[in-house]
């Protein structure tokens, strides 16, 4: 199939565009446009409104603390603090039971990733099939809408063209009937003035 870019505006296309640029010309430059501020968008969420700031300023974003996941055993000053042997032994126990998780769902995965990956694959391919034949039909009714466009505006040109044509001649006709008629009226004239000179 032909999904050549098909342009639906031949010739009066540039003659429009031309005269856009030239109306363009005759626009004040001191004009502004109202576009509303994008904080503005953020004003009812502090957290957004917060990291729109940062990004605007250009501050690198703060990285994550990492400590709690590292299993460090008190030192210094804390070798003999129960509390800091108490922290670090529940920091253990945490790290111990997000271990055990992980391997639960790795056994898991194990077991019933391999089928579950196949059929999600499946869903993918006939969803990518789908969206595939939804853009090629897409894709055909855009070119028959441009085809017919561009139909009708070659056809919309040529009688414009005739009309333009059209209307010079009636133009020219017009002028034509007015010299004339002002012939004719200056002949009547002349022939009344001599009929008065001969009576």
């Known amino acids: 199939m032909d999904t050549a870019c098909i342009?639906?505006?031949?010739l009066i296309k540039e003659k429009v565009d031309?005269?856009?640029?030239?109306?363009?010309?005759?626009?004040?430059?001191?004009?502004?446009?109202?576009?509303?501020?994008?904080d503005v968008i953020f004003k009812n969420n502090q957290l957004l409104r917060k990291e729109y700031t940062r990004i605007k300023s250009g501050k690198p974003m703060t990285p994550f603390d990492i400590e709690r996941y590292k299993l460090t055993a008190p030192s210094g000053a804390d070798?003999?603090?129960?509390?800091?042997?108490?922290?670090?032994?529940?920091?253990?126990?945490?790290?111990?039971?997000?271990?055990?998780i992980r391997l639960t769902n790795l056994e898991i995965l194990n077991s019933y990733g391999t089928n579950s990956w196949k059929s999600y694959n499946?869903?993918?391919?006939?969803?990518?099939?789908?969206?595939?034949?939804?853009?090629?039909?897409?894709?055909?009714?855009?070119?028959?809408?441009?085809?017919?466009?561009?139909?009708?505006?070659?056809?919309?040109?040529?009688?414009?063209?005739?009309?333009e044509t059209q209307w010079a001649d009636y133009v020219t006709k017009n002028a034509q009937i007015k010299l004339a008629i002002a012939a004719l009226e200056a002949e009547i004239e002349h022939l009344r003035?001599?009929?008065e000179q001969h009576d």
């Open 79 to 100: 070798l003999e603090n129960p509390e800091a042997w108490k922290r670090a032994a529940d920091n253990a126990a945490a790290q111990l039971e997000h271990q055990d």
């Open 122 to 163: 499946q869903y993918l391919e006939s969803l990518l099939k789908y969206y595939e034949s939804q853009l090629e039909k897409i894709k055909e009714e855009s070119t028959h809408i441009n085809k017919a466009r561009k139909y009708e505006q070659i056809e919309a040109g040529v009688k414009l063209s005739e009309l």
């Open 7 to 10: 342009d639906s505006l031949p």
């Open 193 to 195: 003035n001599k009929s």
């Open 18 to 38: 031309r005269m856009i640029a030239e109306e363009m010309k005759n626009v004040p430059q001191d004009i502004k446009i109202n576009i509303p501020k994008l």
